[in-house]
């Protein structure tokens, strides 16, 4: 599961690494979690940013508020089930990013918080889906999940599911309206992550209300209770 991650950077730093153009003045964000407001790029409009909600309502529930129950679904089986498979086919997004955050979990209720990033903090993208729909209000939202996959090794210390972060020549086919299913499928089943790093933050992470620079510094181990532990 993938249920944090951070973008902390300028907004001329998104428009030239994903060659796409933002309307909107945009402040790096280290700590943004479901239902939030922020920027993808999707497969209608790859040229330029767009902002949605993350927790999609599947299009069968009509109506229905932003959900965080719906953030992420699995690669392996996303184009299979009926709540994502025209999302799949039609609506495919990237999520801009910079780093995401797992909890170590040490006994039944200790939490370790680490922060994966790349060695240099450079952006990469997620593999996403959106979905559009009215609210009761009668007005247009748009929404995105992250796709997750089985994690890398070094991943895998920590949990067992990891978002899948696209390669570049990925990111491109991936927005493609005309890449073949086998194709997608393909990039679905791809490795993700060996060129992270990971280390461990500060449990300021825990609150969605700390949203800062102090969030995406190494810090000793700690858990959610603010005791550092040798343990991380």
């Known amino acids: 599961m993938c249920g944090?991650?951070?973008?902390?950077?300028?907004?001329?730093?998104?428009?030239?690494?994903?060659?796409?153009?933002?309307?909107v003045d945009f402040k790096p964000r280290y700590n943004i979690a479901p239902s939030q407001l922020?920027?993808?790029?999707?497969s209608e409009s790859?040229?330029?940013?767009?902002?949605?909600?993350?927790?999609?309502?599947?299009?069968?529930?009509?109506?229905?508020?932003?959900?965080?129950?719906?953030i992420n679904a699995k690669a392996e089986?996303?184009?299979?089930?009926?709540?994502?498979?025209?999302?799949?086919?039609?609506?495919?997004?990237?999520?801009?990013?910079?780093?995401?955050?797992?909890?170590?979990?040490?006994?039944?209720?200790?939490?370790i918080p680490y922060r994966f990033a790349r060695p240099d903090e450079g952006l990469f993208a997620f593999a996403g889906i959106w979905e559009e729909y009215e609210n009761d209000k009668g007005e247009t939202n748009h929404t995105f999940l992250i796709l997750t996959t089985a994690p890398s090794p070094l991943v895998s210390e920590i949990?067992?599911?990891?978002?899948?972060?696209?390669?570049?020549?990925?990111?491109?086919k991936w927005l493609d309206k005309y890449t073949s299913?086998?194709?997608?499928?393909?990039?679905?089943?791809?490795?993700?992550?060996?060129?992270?790093?990971?280390?461990?933050?500060?449990?300021?992470?825990?609150?969605?209300?700390?949203?800062s620079p102090s969030i995406i510094r190494k810090s000793s181990p700690a858990d959610q209770f603010g005791n550092y532990t040798l343990f991380g």
């Open 77 to 111: 089986t996303v184009h299979e089930k009926v709540s994502f498979k025209s999302s799949f086919q039609r609506r495919r997004c990237l999520i801009p990013a910079d780093g995401f955050y797992e909890w170590k979990k040490l006994g039944k209720k200790t939490k």
């Open 4 to 23: 944090r991650y951070s973008l902390g950077k300028q907004k001329f730093e998104l428009e030239d690494r994903f060659q796409a153009e933002m309307l």
């Open 38 to 42: 922020v920027p993808v790029i999707t």
């Open 46 to 70: 790859p040229k330029g940013f767009s902002f949605f909600y993350w927790g999609i309502t599947p299009d069968f529930a009509k109506n229905k508020p932003v959900s965080q129950q719906f």
């Open 181 to 211: 299913e086998q194709s997608l499928k393909s990039i679905l089943a791809g490795h993700s992550g060996d060129e992270l790093v990971s280390y461990t933050v500060s449990p300021l992470v825990n609150s969605v209300q700390n949203d």
């Open 159 to 172: 949990h067992d599911r990891m978002p899948l972060i696209l390669n570049r020549e990925d990111e491109k």
